[in-house]
């Protein structure tokens, strides 16, 4: 069940592969962030690259969230779902001349500059406009978020952010520019962190870096300190939202920061473990070294596998109790080695059983593909008794709708 509702029935009612999310799930986990910022001057931008399904937009929108983006495409997503662009911050480190206009058009809250490069064309692209471009510059603050090297950003030889040592510097230079307006600072050290020490030290450094700043004469008004917080994969243990917030505001106030207004920017711990992907098993095939489990989900649908070997539980729907259990690797349909799913799981199952691939609200729908001309899979918002379709399966004909045909021969 998620929710009031059965997994089987959406798995034949609308077929598979399937993303069923729980509203109240994303709910609760946000009400983490929001107990542990109140009383607090604070945003919560959800960091919309984890999963941008509009319907998620408007559940996070409508109970209080603004939005991180990183694309002139998630700035239209974002204005479809009601955002309040006031209330959306711009990620990212290759903004274009057209997002940037795009973006200070709308009026956006903040972007969040990258590198010197960047932040002199959009002083350039702010004068042509007649405006000043809100900017926080983005620290690399060279800490180790003890995770995956590939969503590991705040060390020193990412491409994320810019140097502990020339942030005073640019900030003096971004105080010089009359298309720009300071207001913030920031930083993202990486995802799936399941400590707090990491964030604790990122702390320490930005607000090291405040102090420099403020001794310049450029105040800060907000502080931005990322997403990246991990959720429970396979008995991952991160602390709860709220007891990392208690953590670090105590770290703040004891820095006599107590009063500035916090930014922050989660992503996967605000819907990842609210989402599983449907799938049903294809064929069964024993063999002489490995067993494969062939399901009609693939690495189009569930990328995080073949990209960093991510772990994700695979259960049955309906569990054949009593029945002895193989271990397989459960593979998809894609003509690749690297379509797996899963690794030597333990499954007692048939042809024609469903599994769900749990912990899939996170990095999974946002990163499908249509590789192998795969149609993008259903989604199904689910809240208390209620499912409701927010995306249809995508057609072929969906496909090829902007390909255009050589003339006949
Ligand atoms: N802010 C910035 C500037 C970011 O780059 C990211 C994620 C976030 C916030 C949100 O981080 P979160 O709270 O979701 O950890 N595809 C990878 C994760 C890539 C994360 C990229 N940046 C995965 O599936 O694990």
Known sequence: MVEGVSLERLAREHGTPLFVYSQAAMLTALAAYQRGLAGRRHLICYAMKANSSLAILQTLVRAGCGLDIVSGGELERAMAAGADPARVIFSGVGKTRAEMRQALRLGIGCFNVESRAELDVLDEVARD????????????????????????????????????????????????????????????????????????????????????????????????????????????????????????????????????????????????????????????????????????????????????????????LAPRDGAPSTTWDVVGPVCESGDWIGRDRALSVRAGDFLAVLSAGAYCMSMASNYNTRGRAAEVLVSGDQATLIRSRETAADQLRLERPLPPA
């Not at 510097?169 to 990491?198: E, F, K, M, N």
């Not at 105590?250 to 449907?278: K, T």
Request: net charge negative; aromatic share 6%.
């Open 129 to 316: 406009m007649g405006l000043r471009a809100p900017v926080s510059v983005r620290v690399n603050p060279n800490v180790d978020a003890k995770t995956h090297p590939y969503i590991s950003t705040g060390l020193k030889g990412n491409k994320f952010g810019i140097a502990h040592e020339d942030v005073i510097a640019t900030y003096r230079h971004a105080a010089d520019c009359a298309g720009l307006r300071v207001v913030g600072i920031d930083c993202h050290i990486g995802s799936q962190i399941t400590q707090s020490g990491p964030y604790l030290d990122a702390m320490d450094r930005i607000l090291d870096l405040v102090q420099g700043i403020e001794a310049e004469g450029i105040a800060i008004e907000h502080i931005d300190f990322g997403g990246g917080l991990g959720i429970d994969y396979q008995g991952d243990a991160p602390p709860a939202a709220d007891a990392l917030w208690g953590q670090l505001l105590q770290r703040l106030d004891a820095r006599g920061f107590g009063e500035r207004a916090i930014y922050i920017e989660p992503g996967r711990s605000l819907v990842g473990n609210a989402g599983a992907c449907l799938t049903e098993v294809l064929y069964l095939k024993p063999g002489e070294h490995k067993n494969f489990l062939i399901v009609d989900a693939a690495m189009n649908d569930l990328p995080r596998p073949a990209l960093y070997e991510a772990f994700h539980r695979i259960v049955p």
